[in-house]
């Protein structure tokens, strides 16, 4: 249940080190979601339905950096509308493509891949060891990420853009590049969130199946400080609170199952709460348009 928002989250992180603040994951997660189940409906292949949700998500990246880093415009708002676009868009063509259902149309998904001995080993084996591949390639990443923010020299790059982008341009890093550069992979993540909750969880598309994931995602970042672990693990509290209340549906304790669904929001709405009185820092450009001095 955390896979898709680790993906989202990590992409979030990079984008936002460089100064860009992306409220659109829902919408990014959600077209990789539908473009996953359409290319795995026309080729019978999961992987080409993860390609095509890659693809959907660099587009949507694309788009949203054409709008906020060439244009400026305000990337509150502009997230926001992708968001709204995403949801329309995305059940339009759902209803236009396989038509109106009783039923949702099912594809091919991915199965799970048990890890060979460690995966026989009681208790924790089949908990950390029996998953898609989409899980091992999110906890995977976890730790390249980290690696390439905090210990190479395009991490730096990025943390600097972040900071002081003006500064960051004098010493030669092309700043506007950059940030196109992490629009771009902060999409391809989100695109293949969307695909783990469409191919590996559900095989099928249903209208705004994201169900706030994005925004879940969104304070994982804040949760995390801006760290690829923090925010993976803030990722997995978050997973753990949406299992937890499908299993209380499950259990029929007694209670109405809307107070079981708010659980992960209400987490979220808390956490942020919390962890914004902490004052964390966020980066000091974050949110903050830039233009270059020849530009003028």
């Not at 997660?29 to 290319?39: D, K, P, R």
């Not at 994931?213 to 969104?218: D, E, M, P, W, Y």
Request: with cysteine.
């Amino acid at each position: 249940m955390a896979t898709p928002l680790i993906l989202a989250a990590i992409g979030e992180v990079y984008l936002e080190r460089a100064g860009i603040l992306n409220l659109g994951l829902e919408a990014m997660m959600l077209l990789g979601a539908f473009f996953g189940v359409l290319g795995a409906s026309l080729s019978g292949s999961p992987i080409i339905g993860l390609l095509s949700a890659i693809m959907a998500g660099l587009f949507a990246g694309l788009i949203f950096g054409i709008w906020v880093i060439s244009l400026r415009a305000n990337q509150i708002v502009t997230g926001a509308a992708m968001n709204i676009a995403a949801l329309g868009l995305t059940s339009f063509l759902s209803r236009v493509i396989f038509g109106i259902r009783t039923l949702p149309t099912q594809v091919t998904g991915f199965k799970e891949w048990p890890i060979p001995i460690l995966s026989d080993i009681p208790v924790i084996g089949r908990i950390l060891f029996y998953h898609t591949p989409l899980v091992y390639f999110a906890l995977f990443l976890v730790i390249i990420m980290t690696f390439i923010l905090f210990r190479t020299t395009w991490g730096l790059k990025i943390r600097a853009i972040g900071e002081h982008p003006r500064a960051s341009e004098s010493v030669g890093i092309g700043v506007l590049s950059w940030r196109y550069g992490m629009s771009l992979l902060c999409g391809g993540l989100c695109g293949i969130a969307g695909a783990t909750l469409s191919l590996a969880q559900l095989t099928t598309f249903v209208d705004n199946m994201t169900a706030g994931r994005g925004f879940i995602a969104l304070a994982a970042v804040i949760f995390g400080r801006w760290n690829p672990i923090g925010a993976s693990a803030a990722s997995l509290v978050f997973g753990a609170t949406d299992a937890l209340q499908m299993r209380f549906q499950a259990f029929s304790v007694g209670l109405p199952p809307d107070i079981f669904l708010m659980l992960p929001y209400l987490l979220t709405l808390v956490g942020v709460i919390v962890f914004r009185s902490r004052r964390t820092q966020a980066p000091v450009a974050l949110a903050k348009p830039y233009k270059r001095e020849d530009a003028y």
